[in-house]
């Protein structure tokens, strides 16, 4: 064997055992120490941003206790109807809508639909079916806005007659749901 052979190749033997060391070292201890840092200066960032958001909230809070206690005393509660249970406010519903219907010769039936919650409200229906002139109809609609509480006129149907004499007044049958609203009480559904 050549001598200064076996010296070069023991050299680059060398090299490329040290370069193996080198490269053990940063995969075994450096990549893991660098990845642990980056991932902790990504923490301490998310955890500066929550810190400053949540001091934006506490400076916040006078305004927002404010813009609470002004919607816990807004008149618009009282457009919700006041009950315990939603078969009280469903009877509510139903006498507000006697009052609202009543005309002479005027046939109704009134079939309550079953209360629904939908998040801090229950939703509570009566079925209306009438028969009523387009002026009678068009009063009831306008009384319905103008009602103190909320309601909701929904699936109105009209039927009119097939044929009528001109300048007459004709009976229409009319099928509507009309909805509305109280608070959810607090212990859930009734």
């Known amino acids: 064997?050549?001598?200064a052979r076996s010296r070069s190749?023991?050299?680059?033997?060398a090299l490329a055992l040290a370069a193996l060391v080198i490269a053990s070292l940063y995969f075994a201890l450096l990549h893991p120490l660098i990845t642990y840092l980056n991932e902790r200066d990504e923490e301490r960032a998310a955890a500066l941003r929550l810190?400053?958001?949540?001091?934006a909230l506490v400076q916040q809070a006078?305004?927002?206790r404010t813009a609470l206690d002004s919607v816990a005393r807004?008149?618009?509660?009282?457009?919700f109807f006041e009950a315990q249970k939603p078969t009280d406010a469903t009877l509510q519903l139903e006498t507000d809508l006697r009052t609202l219907i009543t005309a002479p010769n005027q046939p109704t039936s009134m079939i309550a639909e079953p209360p629904a919650a939908q998040g801090p409200l229950t939703r509570v229906s009566v079925k209306v079916t009438l028969s009523v002139t387009i002026d009678q109809l068009s009063d009831l609609l306008a009384r319905c806005r103008q009602h103190p509480r909320f309601l909701k006129i929904e699936n109105l149907v009209v039927q009119a007659p097939d044929a009528q004499v001109v300048d007459a007044?004709?009976?229409l049958s009319v099928q509507a749901e009309i909805s509305g609203f109280m608070v959810t009480p607090s212990g859930g559904k009734s």
């Open 51 to 55: 810190l400053g958001r949540n001091r």
């Open 1 to 3: 064997m050549n001598p």
């Open 62 to 64: 006078p305004q927002i």
């Open 169 to 171: 007044n004709p009976l």
């Open 74 to 79: 807004s008149s618009q509660w009282s457009r």
């Open 9 to 13: 190749q023991q050299r680059i033997l």
